[in-house]
């Protein structure tokens, strides 16, 4: 069994900053990249960004490009999302996710799950 246990999450002001953890567990398995993405009220769940784990390449939704950053420490086998300068349009729970592809931004190639954490960006 693998788990990958999110936390946060939170409710902050326009403006603010918010840093997501994701640690992995369990089984072993193999993970070359790990990302995260977001599902808003309504919408369908979209890709936010992605790190190669070996290699530690990154990439980004246009949308948050400049704003977020992503990093990840292989000895604590955990994977981070720092969000600054929020706007009201990030509100969503944020999901991590592990593939074996290298640098997917498409959710079919991911193959473990978290269970969530929200984030609110009040205006």
């Known amino acids: 069994q693998v788990q990958l246990v999110e936390s946060g999450g939170g409710l902050v002001q326009a403006g603010g900053s918010l840093r997501l953890s994701c640690t992995a567990s369990?089984?072993?398995?193999?993970?070359?990249?790990m990302g995260w993405f977001r599902q808003a009220p309504g919408k369908e769940r979209e890709f936010v960004a992605a790190i190669s784990w070996p290699i530690g390449t990154r990439i980004y939704a246009d949308s948050v490009k400049g704003r977020f950053t992503i990093s990840r420490d292989i000895a604590k086998n955990t994977v981070y999302l720092q969000m600054n300068s929020l706007k009201p349009e990030d509100t969503a729970v944020y999901y991590c996710?592990?593939?074996?592809?290298?640098?997917?931004?498409?959710?079919?190639?991911?193959?473990?799950w978290g269970q969530g954490t929200q984030v609110t960006v009040s205006s």
């Open positions: 996710a592990a593939s074996q592809m290298y640098g997917s931004r498409t959710l079919r190639d991911y193959d473990y």
């Open positions: 369990g089984r072993t398995f193999t993970k070359n990249s």
